[in-house]
């Protein structure tokens, strides 16, 4: 049953989305009441999800069962949670200088700092990425829950907000999809975007904002696998190499990518393959030549060395058949399949068979083995989204909207997307509680009504 105008409850500060920006944001605005406000002993006695909205500051609204699900299977489970140092060339989105705002204020070794106060240790592994020290994401999110239930917060679980409408006051009323109504001064969304949907992130934030007049950039997938011909790399899959990944179009190299590649049944995987994909779904709307990757599966030798040595291995041993002739530099399946291609010959061919120019060919395949890439895998697969709500709608240092007041928003749900390696929790963290504080601050004084 729908509540009547007397039972709608209100509070200061609705978060809607209890992922790593909506609980970042809730512990920011909770900290901030904290200050102000006698607590009521009895209300905060119970665990934050069994506090009822309406006689607390601070209610963030989720639609899961549970808060933080996604955060659970970060990092492989182990919540790779900020980089450092924190490379702001590693962000994107029509403006990735919106970021720079939330970004400088709260940077990686401030977030750091904010984790070791919740109790977390952290390690920053060789390559930047940063990991708590157990490397269990549960840990990060049990202790992000606790700090809740020190906070002047309710949560409630199964709420799934289908509007916000401004109550013709001052203040914002959000709508679950059960008809129930939460009356906030401020709103502050981080529903996430569209990448895996599993974990509850199906585009909500772009209807609720789109319906109040706010802009969209289409949503694509990022940090996802990218899919070639299957006939490509069928003979190959299960094989992991550690190469170099090179994205092209034309003769433009578009980013160039170290790390483990893996070979797929529908293309290929792993960290540099990830990392290339946000330029894919970019560079796929647009018109012109295909785009190519071009693997080179010796990325520390030049390609004169490669020649080089297979001329005197060839030297030394011609009688060797070609299926041994890139043993001990490849995958031997793969260097069969090369020996075989640039040849034409039966593997028992001896190696005496080839000619220099077949050795160069072969040397070349080695260092920039082609193959067209037609496209990524789907939502279901990415792991973060590119593109979203258009941050030009959005002031950089509150992301308070510019069209709707007392709203606000943060997390993956704008336009602001991460490399692998952290990037994407370190936004969520930051802007989380960059709206946070300014949606708190601002509602000081409009609550209890
Ligand atoms: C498998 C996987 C591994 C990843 N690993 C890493 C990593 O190691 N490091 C890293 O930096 N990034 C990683 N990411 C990306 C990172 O998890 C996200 O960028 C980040 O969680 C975004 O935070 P967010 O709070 O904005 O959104 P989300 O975490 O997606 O949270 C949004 C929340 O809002 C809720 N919600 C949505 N709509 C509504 C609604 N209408 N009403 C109420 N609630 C709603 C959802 O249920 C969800 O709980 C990974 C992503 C995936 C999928």
């Not at 609705?14 to 605005?29: E, F, M």
């Not at 994107?92 to 990686?108: E, K």
């Not at 001052?170 to 709103?187: F, K, N, P, Y």
Request: glycine share 10%; hydrophobic share 40%; with cysteine.
């Amino acid at each position: 049953m729908s509540q009547t105008a007397e039972q709608v409850p209100t509070c200061a500060v609705a978060i809607v989305g209890g992922g790593a920006a909506g609980l970042a944001c809730a512990i920011a605005a909770g900290r901030i009441w904290a200050e102000q406000q006698a607590l009521a002993p009895a209300l905060l006695g119970k665990p934050a999800e069994e506090r009822p909205a309406g006689q607390l500051p601070v209610v963030l609204l989720e639609k899961q069962d549970r808060l933080g699900r996604k955060l659970l299977a970060t990092g492989n489970g182990r919540c790779n949670l900020s980089h450092q140092p924190l490379d702001r060339a590693a962000y994107h989105g029509t403006d990735p200088a919106f970021a720079d705002a939330a970004l400088n204020r709260f940077g990686a070794n401030e977030t750091l700092d904010w984790f070791r106060q919740l109790g977390l240790l952290c390690r920053t592994d060789p390559d930047g990425r940063v990991f708590p020290y157990s490397y269990q994401a549960s840990a990060v999110l049990d202790l992000l829950r606790l700090e809740l239930d020190r906070l002047p917060v309710a949560v409630l679980t199964r709420w799934r907000a289908a509007a916000i409408q401004p109550d013709g006051k001052s203040g914002l009323t959000v709508i679950s999809e059960a008809d129930d109504r939460l009356s906030a001064g401020q709103v502050v969304l981080a529903t996430g975007g569209l990448a895996a949907p599993a974990f509850g992130c199906q585009g909500d934030g772009y209807t609720l904002l789109g319906a109040l007049g706010h802009r969209l950039i289409e949503p694509k997938p990022a940090i996802v696998q990218l899919t070639t011909p299957r006939e490509a790399v069928r003979a190959w899959t299960g094989i992991k190499v550690e190469g170099r990944a090179t994205l092209r179009r034309g003769s433009a190299i578009l980013r160039q990518e170290d790390g483990e590649i893996l070979f797929t049944e529908y293309g290929v995987s792993g960290p540099p393959i990830l990392q290339l994909a946000g330029l894919v779904n970019q560079h796929s709307a647009r018109s012109g030549r295909p785009l190519q990757l071009e693997i080179d599966f010796l990325p520390l030798l030049a390609e004169a060395a490669v020649t080089g040595f297979l001329a005197a291995r060839l030297a030394r041993n011609g009688q060797l058949p070609l299926k041994s002739l890139l043993t001990g530099l490849v995958h031997k399946r793969i260097g069969q399949s090369l020996a075989r291609q640039v040849s034409g010959l039966s593997l028992d061919a001896p190696c005496a068979s080839l000619d220099m120019l077949q050795l160069q060919q072969l040397a070349w395949q080695l260092k920039r083995w082609p193959v067209p890439v037609t496209g990524t895998r789907d939502w279901t697969q990415a792991q973060v989204t590119a593109g979203g709500l258009q941050t030009a709608d959005f002031d950089p240092d509150t992301l308070a909207s510019r069209r709707v007041p007392g709203l606000y928003a943060a997390g993956e749900v704008l336009d602001i997307d991460g490399d692998c390696g952290g990037y994407n929790l370190q936004w969520a963290w930051s802007s989380g509680r960059q709206a946070g504080e300014a949606a708190a601050r601002a509602s000081l004084g409009q609550w209890p009504t």
